[in-house]
């Protein structure tokens, strides 16, 4: 199932910076990720919640989604964050360190019907992937890769090598449950050719975008997970033969030296979709 709106690029804010919410609504983000958790010190926890429900409420910013990420609700503020996050102007609520139905099941209790997120940052969390992908109000996952990493106790390596098999668990549940899923963040924001060897390892695996620290990642992971002029080329070429093929009674068509199915030509229609979308978002 493909993801209807762009989420190339998913932005981490701190909720208690108002300089940094106003920058916000200027970035060319597909979506913010607006933090009470972990860019929150202890002592702004409390104060957090009210800067970023009035950022929110005085709005700007755009077509960009917004999504709340909350403290757990084992933390002294995580329930009252839910119970705030209710009344913000956000589209979702993210739950850190989901590692169960349970976890979901929690949050919806305060929350109701409230499409939810869940941070997918533990190795419980892998191996109950797949259950956590049914929950009637989850709507996207979030990989938590520092925590990941640190839990696993694996090294850092270029390839991901030792989080590899918790990327792609979380994959297959979100790609069976038509879930949108978020590769997790690239921590040397200057390095721009190791973002970008990451951004294409976790398109070519087929996240929909990338978490992001710095603004000045924006640019590479926009790039990295959108349509490229030859794949849009490439895509309407796909569709074009095959219609001539099928008005002529074949079920194939051949482009570039290679065979086209019908399972090639939903690829090409969900290519040019996406393209849609970011020129439309762009536009707005």
């Given at each position: 199932?493909?993801?209807?709106?762009?989420?190339?690029?998913?932005?981490?804010?701190?909720?208690?910076?108002?300089?940094?919410?106003?920058?916000?609504?200027?970035?060319?983000?597909?979506?913010?990720?607006?933090?009470?958790?972990?860019?929150?010190?202890?002592?702004?926890?409390?104060?957090?919640?009210?800067?970023?429900?009035?950022?929110?409420?005085?709005?700007?910013?755009?077509?960009?989604?917004?999504?709340?990420?909350?403290?757990?609700?084992?933390?002294?503020?995580?329930?009252?964050?839910?119970?705030?996050?209710?009344?913000?102007?956000?589209?979702?609520?993210?739950?850190?360190?989901?590692?169960?139905?349970?976890?979901?099941?929690?949050?919806?209790?305060?929350?109701?019907?409230?499409?939810?997120?869940?941070?997918?940052?533990?190795?419980?969390?892998?191996?109950?992937?797949?259950?956590?992908?049914?929950?009637?109000?989850?709507?996207?996952?979030?990989?938590?890769?520092?925590?990941?990493?640190?839990?696993?106790?694996?090294?850092?390596?270029?390839?991901?090598?030792?989080?590899?098999?918790?990327?792609?668990?979380?994959l297959l549940a979100a790609k069976t449950h038509?879930?949108?899923?978020?590769?997790?963040?690239?921590?040397?924001?200057?390095d721009e050719a190791g973002l970008d060897a990451?951004?294409?390892?976790?398109?070519?695996?087929?996240?929909?975008?990338?978490?992001?620290?710095h603004p000045a990642q924006i640019d590479i992971?926009?790039?990295?997970?959108?349509?490229?002029?030859?794949?849009?080329?490439?895509?309407?070429?796909?569709?074009?033969?095959?219609?001539?093929?099928?008005?002529?009674?074949?079920?194939?068509?051949?482009?570039?030296?290679?065979?086209?199915?019908?399972?090639?030509?939903?690829?090409?229609?969900?290519?040019?979709?996406?393209?849609?979308?970011?020129?439309?978002?762009?536009?707005?």
């Open positions: 199932m493909a993801i209807a709106r762009p989420l190339r690029s998913v932005l981490y804010i701190p909720g208690s910076k108002p300089r940094a919410l106003d920058k916000a609504r200027g970035l060319p983000v597909d979506a913010i990720i607006f933090d009470l958790e972990d860019a929150v010190s202890i002592e702004e926890k409390e104060a957090a919640r009210e800067t970023l429900s009035e950022a929110l409420a005085t709005g700007g910013y755009g077509a960009r989604m917004k999504i709340v990420r909350i403290n757990g609700l084992d933390t002294p503020w995580g329930v009252d964050d839910a119970k705030a996050a209710l009344n913000m102007d956000a589209d979702a609520i993210l739950m850190p360190k989901v590692s169960a139905p349970t976890d979901l099941d929690a949050l919806a209790a305060i929350t109701g019907d409230t499409p939810l997120w869940a941070m997918m940052e533990t190795a419980l969390g892998m191996l109950n992937a797949g259950q956590i992908a049914t929950h009637p109000h989850l709507q996207g996952m979030v990989m938590g890769t520092n925590d990941l990493a640190k839990e696993l106790q694996s090294r850092p390596r270029a390839d991901r090598l030792g989080l590899q098999s918790g990327l792609g668990h979380c038509g879930l949108a899923i978020i590769d997790g963040v690239y921590n040397a924001f200057k990451e951004c294409q390892q976790g398109r070519d695996m087929g996240f929909d975008g990338k978490t992001l620290i992971a926009n790039a990295a997970f959108s349509p490229s002029e030859a794949d849009i080329d490439l895509a309407r070429r796909q569709i074009e033969a095959f219609e001539a093929a099928e008005a002529s009674g074949q079920g194939v068509a051949v482009v570039d030296g290679r065979i086209v199915e019908n399972l090639h030509i939903v690829t090409a229609r969900e290519t040019l979709a996406k393209a849609d979308a970011i020129a439309a978002m762009m536009e707005g």
